[in-house]
């Protein structure tokens, strides 16, 4: 019964954080918008292939040990395996189309790996155990941040934000990882020698979920769940040339797509979030921002454009409606008894406390009256004595 209430929270929570912020006048209004849950449960990063004309997208769920490959309108196109027992919480991807390579961020393991570009006109750069189609791996680069990361976070050091974004800098040979939070940091690792050249802490973002290096322009897209923001950046992450709210919460991947005209963003969400609000497994797709239209040229209300797939995303959110109202009606008295059961608790939890300082404030005060009338009666003795 009680976890039936819980879940009818999580619901109504759901719901409320989606209808919060689709609305607002500022954020950009996508393209289309399409529901991916059937083939990628928990989008966790994103990138764009100029090689393959292809979107890759990982998933940080523990079941999953795919790099998944989709066409730029999210249709499925392949699973690529990897080893889920060396490999885990893989929180982002990145295709470095001059090298044909894919790599992959591992927060828990704090590293990145690289792994032939698979393409199926060449046999050579996949291996095939029956059905699986299976990547092949290349290399291991440690990310070593734990003296950064210490000055800022004491709490566990098991438990610390990791690796959350990256991108490669084909130009010079540079992959670019985000560190998510506490503190949020963009860190420059040479993609030969694995060396740490180049952090940045961010002062614009409370945390970074993903980056994309643009080629095109020469400067780096860096995206925020929790700001709900998208900024464009120089290289090293330092200046914020623009940046443009977001309609959605928990976007976790960015990709830029400079083959299109007009060129494309695509940005995915997780349907699960480390900060409590719940969303749904999602790509998103607009036309690429434009510096200077941004908000940090004013309040710059984006135009209006009719979205492909809108209504059938937020359809699913009827459905998720109608399945918490069955909830409401059939056990509303449940809800209600927990939620006088709580607030009872926390009155008197502050009662006690109220009680406790009261009688500490009563006996100090006691202890002081009879310190002072024993040492009132005290002078008065040695004054009769004297005499």
Known sequence: MLSKTWLYVLLLVSIFAIHSTAKSKYALNPLSAKDIGSFVKEPSGASFSELTGSLWVICDKPSCHFIYEMDTEGVPIREWKFKKDTHDDIEAVAVDDEKQLIYIAEEGYMRVTSFLLPQLRNSTSFKKDGSDYELIEINQIPVDIDAIRSLYYTEDPTDRPGLEGMTINTKNNTIIVANEKEPPLIVHINATTGEIFYVTHLSYSVDLSGLNYDPVLDLLWVLSDKDQRVFLTDLFGETVLDYWDLPMENAEGIAIDNNQDPALMYIVTDPSSPHGKQYIPALFIFTKPVLGTGLNFGKNIPPAVECD?????????????????????????????????????????????????????????????????????????????AI
């Open 309 to 385: 797939g809108c209504s059938s995303l937020y359809a699913e959110l009827e459905d998720i409606s109608t399945f918490i109202s069955s909830f409401e009606e059939e056990e509303p008295a449940v809800f209600t008894a927990v939620a006088i059961l709580v607030s009872l608790l926390l009155l008197l939890v502050f009662i006690t406390c109220v009680v406790f300082v009261v009688a500490t404030i009563l006996v100090n005060r006691n202890i002081r009256m009879r310190n002072e009338a024993e040492a009132s009666l005290l002078e008065t003795q040695n004054s009769i004595d």
